[in-house]
């Protein structure tokens, strides 16, 4: 149940050791597989309820199932309720927070937890059905009297990690979980052709002594008939010159690329591992129940 007033969810479960139902087993696995909708799989605190008017109070034996589900840390974070407070007197309330000390002791030795403040952790609740109350008056408790941060349940569960791993690499197999799309990728290379470029060669050439001076002493041109009959000049000339270019050819290259985040992803992962669950321990009870 989800209480907006409070902004916490609350996980109503059926009871322990009911051999008409579930097994202690399979109600620690609905815990879990509701956890799993939860954002940090966390848990503030746990409640054992219970009826004060019964004359019979298994606590220990609770206490114990608890810690096998969820392991020593639950210690921490656990109350113990007793609903129809207004069908009880003082002698009998003081005689059940007397009942569970004494259950309570040698749990506390047995897995080394403190016990100087467990009776605060012993709630009496007058609701008479009426859940806003009674939501509330959990909640108070649970904010008041549990110091403690809250745990992951999830995190020792190894076959359930697992699951969710496994579960995780599936969906990152599958097709429909990404976007394709196609790309141009250019492919450079530094290659060297020949080219024909004109080059400016110089070259000899006969003059015309009659009109060039081929040479110029103090201002005053005179002809020479022999060395200086030859000129010199420039002309371009193609010449085959190497010639370094950058090569690109390009490739379709297909690309692809996830949907989804990785939140997302495994969310959707622990809400089929948590219908798994479900309907794994619905059908057998539901065998069970056939047999009978």
């Known amino acids: 149940?989800?209480?907006?007033?409070?902004?916490?969810?609350?996980?109503?479960?059926?009871?322990?050791?009911?051999?008409?139902g579930y097994t202690d087993a399979e109600i620690a696995e609905l815990i879990k597989s509701e956890l799993l909708q939860q954002s940090q799989n966390i848990i503030s605190g746990a409640v054992l309820l219970f009826d004060a008017t019964q004359t019979k109070i298994h606590l220990s034996s609770m206490i114990e199932a608890v810690v096998l589900m969820f392991g020593e840390n639950i210690l921490e974070h656990l109350l113990v309720a007793f609903n129809k407070n207004n069908r009880i007197d003082d002698?009998?309330?003081?005689?059940?927070?007397?009942?569970?000390?004494?259950?309570?002791?040698?749990?506390s030795q047995q897995f080394n937890v403190d016990v100087t403040d467990?009776?605060?952790r012993i709630l009496f609740i007058d609701t008479k059905g009426d859940f806003d109350s009674y939501s509330g008056t959990i909640h108070d408790a649970i904010t008041s009297r549990l110091q403690h941060e809250s745990i992951n349940v999830l995190e020792a569960?190894?076959?359930?990690?697992?699951?969710?791993?496994?579960?995780?690499?599936?969906?990152?197999?599958?097709?429909?979980?990404?976007?394709?799309?196609?790309?141009?990728?250019?492919?450079?290379?530094?290659?060297?052709?020949?080219v024909m470029v004109d080059v400016q060669t110089p070259y000899n050439y006969q003059c015309n002594r009659?009109?060039?001076?081929t040479l110029r002493i103090l201002g005053v041109c005179f002809d020479r008939e022999t060395v200086w009959d030859t000129c010199i000049g420039y002309?371009?000339?193609?010449?085959?010159?190497?010639?370094?270019?950058?090569?690109?050819?390009?490739?379709?290259?297909?690309?692809?690329?996830?949907?989804?985040?990785?939140?997302h992803l495994l969310a959707k992962c622990k809400d089929l591992l948590r219908e798994q669950i479900k309907n794994k321990i619905f059908a057998a009870a539901r065998n069970r129940m056939k047999k009978r």
């Open 210 to 213: 009659r009109r060039v001076c």
């Open 1 to 20: 149940y989800e209480i907006p007033a409070f902004d916490a969810v609350f996980i109503d479960t059926p009871g322990l050791h009911d051999t008409a």
């Open 91 to 107: 002698a009998e309330r003081k005689s059940i927070v007397d009942f569970c000390l004494e259950e309570w002791a040698p749990i």
């Open 118 to 120: 467990f009776k605060q």
């Open 157 to 194: 569960d190894q076959s359930l990690q697992k699951g969710i791993a496994k579960c995780y690499e599936k969906e990152l197999q599958d097709v429909n979980n990404y976007r394709t799309w196609t790309e141009q990728i250019p492919h450079s290379e530094k290659k060297t052709r020949t």
């Open 235 to 263: 002309k371009n000339v193609p010449t085959a010159t190497a010639q370094e270019y950058i090569d690109t050819r390009y490739e379709k290259v297909e690309k692809k690329a996830l949907k989804y985040d990785e939140q």
